[in-house]
């Protein structure tokens, strides 16, 4: 997954892209945190919420990118790798 965006604020949560319902174990969602701005990949059905700690919410454009793997999860800003991780679940 890839988009560019730009944020200004932090004050609620920014759902970038999603993919199925929040009901579906495929479920994920790239968003950032209330409060922090940090880029993070949700997936409930397969570790949980994986966190960049980086805060994109900053109002400059960002490019962002994510791997999904059935056993790791990366996620890239502006080409830097932020987050790579082993995913937990049945898949």
């Avoid at 890839?2 to 009901?23: F, G, Q």
């Avoid at 969602?29 to 397969?46: K, M, N």
Wanted: glycine letters at 10%; hydrophobic letters at 40%.
């Amino acid at each position: 997954m890839e988009c560019r965006v730009k944020l200004n604020s932090a004050d609620a949560y920014n759902i970038l892209v999603a993919c199925d319902t929040k009901a579906s174990a495929e479920h994920w969602e790239f968003y950032t945190h209330v409060g922090s701005g940090a880029l993070s990949l949700y997936q409930p059905g397969r570790g949980g919420d994986f966190n960049s700690e980086v805060n994109i919410c900053d109002g400059k454009w960002h490019f962002l990118a994510a791997v999904i793997e059935p056993e790791r999860v990366r996620i890239f800003l502006d080409g830097k790798l932020v987050k790579d991780a082993g995913i937990k679940g049945d898949s």
